[in-house]
């Protein structure tokens, strides 16, 4: 996979400069990070951006073990152990301005209103039915303007699923410069 990557240096050239770049593009509205584990990232998303709402999405049963964090055996802590200590850390670090929503990715997607967010972050099953359910699932409730993205560009099935499920719609994603490579999309005003 090396060198197939479309990088652009008006996008962030990590996962870490989202959150800024988000708000210079005035998408302070609400956002999903779907697939949260131990919400590292969502800490980085809360403290970096201004988004109003992160909605953390995630089954939290199984911990990610294997080498792209496909829901894998169970590590020591328990789904409840792990999602309260997010919540006990987030209550006292961004109190109101997170939603965990403990249930499978595409089953989430439809307590949102189409074309109602303004970001959303894909890290959850990185098999490729999988992404390309959860782009299928999520991409119709990003406003036009909004941002959709995810983690692992360089798995080889996410990589697919991502530009598969792109290209009929003539839309390149974009790739952070970096070691676990993010894709990112803006979504048009008109698609
Ligand atoms: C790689 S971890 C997420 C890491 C996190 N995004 C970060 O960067 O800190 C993947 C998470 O996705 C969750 N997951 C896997 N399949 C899922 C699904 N279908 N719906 C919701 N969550 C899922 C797993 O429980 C796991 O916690």
């Known amino acids: 996979m090396r060198g197939n990557y479309n990088m652009k240096p008006d ?36 403290r970096t951006s201004q988004l109003k709402t992160l909605y953390l999405v995630d089954i939290w049963e199984q911990v990610p073990t294997d080498e792209y964090h496909k829901p894998g055996k169970p590590c020591g802590r328990t789904g409840e152990q792990i999602l309260n200590s997010i919540m006990r850390n987030f209550d006292k670090l961004y109190p109101g301005r997170y939603r965990p929503i403990r249930k499978p990715s595409v089953e989430a997607s439809t307590v949102f209103v189409y074309g109602s967010l303004d970001f959303v972050y894909i890290d959850a099953d990185h098999s490729y039915q999988a992404v390309m359910d959860d782009i299928a699932a999520w991409l119709p409730k990003v406003k036009p303007g909004g941002v959709i993205a995810g983690h692992d560009y360089k798995c080889p099935a996410v990589h697919r699923a991502v530009l598969d499920s792109f290209r009929p719609i003539g839309l390149k994603p974009v790739s952070t410069n970096e070691p676990g490579r993010s894709w990112v999309v803006k979504v048009p005003v008109v698609l």
Do not use: A
């Not at 005035?26 to 956002?31: A, E, H, I």
């Open 11 to 46: 996008y962030p050239q990590k996962r870490n400069e989202i959150g800024p770049w988000l708000t210079e593009r005035g998408l302070t509205g609400d956002g999903v990070e779907v697939g949260v584990f131990e919400g590292s990232y969502s800490e980085v998303l809360l």
